[in-house]
């Protein structure tokens, strides 16, 4: 199973990093990250300068979708030529999007009735979208989910994980990243993170 970390230029390093390192602790289990890009190159919020591993064409291929936020995302969901690049496809792809990336997800018409999560400062531009922005790190339904907050990635990466491998694989991936001493209530955090999320409209 191979996992699109969407990259645009002006990213948060948080949301690409954080999601594909954590990912990547399950490659002999078939399931890998990789940062895709719409040019070779692509420079950070804070000048961080990375080489794409996939150009922004592999999104059509990948089984799951997880476009990372930035400080450039409207100027990504105004242009229509890149847009017109990702054909996402929620019927046979896990879709996940990290604060900002929201908005591309809105842009695409994927959201439809669905609340999403995002961050303060992109809290607006989600609203303005016509989409219910919740007080929550992470939702799901179905197919398609949104994190807020930079290291609400660590529920979207265990989100990926869980559907593709189980909940034991994604334990096992919390364990080994944990602050020392902190094992069992980080696992425990992301997995209930998850869990509420998308349990909350069964509730």
């Not at 242009?79 to 908005?103: E, F, H, K, N, V």
Request: contains cysteine.
């Amino acid at each position: 199973m191979q996992v699109a970390v969407v990259t645009f230029d002006g990213f948060n390093e948080l949301d690409s990093f954080i999601a594909s390192a954590l990912i990547n602790r399950c490659r002999k289990d078939g399931l890998e990250a990789f940062v895709t890009t719409p040019t070779p190159v692509v420079t950070s919020m804070n000048g961080v300068e990375v080489t794409g591993q996939r150009p922004l064409e592999f999104v059509t291929e990948a089984d799951a979708v997880l476009i990372g936020s930035g400080v450039r995302t409207r100027d990504v969901v105004a242009d229509d030529t890149l847009i017109s690049r990702l054909p996402l496809d929620p019927a046979r792809q896990l879709i996940g999007a990290q604060c900002s990336g929201a908005l591309v997800l809105a842009r695409l018409g994927l959201l439809g009735a669905m609340p999403a999560c995002t961050d303060n400062k992109s809290r607006p531009y989600v609203e303005a979208c016509g989409v219910t922005v919740l007080d929550a790190p992470f939702h799901a339904e179905g197919n398609i989910a949104t994190a807020g907050g930079c290291l609400s990635s660590q529920y979207l990466a265990t989100w990926v994980i869980t559907r593709a491998l189980g909940e034991d694989a994604a334990r096992g991936v919390l364990d080994y990243v944990a602050p020392v001493g902190e094992n069992e209530a980080t696992i425990e955090r992301a997995l209930h993170a998850v869990r509420a999320g998308e349990a909350a409209l069964r509730g």
